[in-house]
C-alpha cells in the first residue's frame, strides 16, 4: 500500500511539473490558456448556470489536453525526423 501512494504521488508530482513546463515553452498552450482566462472571466460577467459551467470548464480541459497531446506528438515526430 506504500509503495502504491508513493508511486501515486511521485507521478502527480511530474504531471504537475510537466504541466508548468509546457506552460512555459509552449506560445499555443500559453494562448489557449489566455483565451481559457477570458471565456472564465466572461462566464462571471455573464453569471452562466451552474450546468453551463460544467460544459465550459470540461470544454476548457478538453482543449488543453488536446493542445498538449499535440504538443507531445509534434515532439515525438521531430525527434524521430528531425529533418521534417
Known amino acids: 500500500m506504500i509503495n502504491f501512494i508513493k508511486g ?4 502527480i ?3 504537475i ?3 508548468f513546463h509546457l506552460i512555459k515553452t509552449e506560445n499555443a498552450i500559453q494562448a489557449q490558456l489566455f483565451f481559457s482566462l477570458m471565456f472564465i472571466i466572461t462566464g ?3 453569471e452562466i ?3 453551463e459551467w460544467i460544459f465550459q470548464l470540461l470544454a476548457i480541459c ?3 489536453s ?3 497531446l499535440n504538443t ?3 515532439k515525438i515526430a521531430d525527434f524521430i525526423h528531425p529533418n521534417h
Open 66 to 68: 488536446t493542445e498538449s
Open 62 to 64: 478538453l482543449v488543453l
Open 8 to 11: 501515486r504521488t511521485k507521478a
Open 49 to 51: 448556470s451552474s450546468t
Open 13 to 15: 508530482y511530474f504531471s
Open 17 to 19: 511539473k510537466g504541466a
Open 72 to 74: 507531445a506528438v509534434e
Open 44 to 46: 462571471f460577467y455573464f
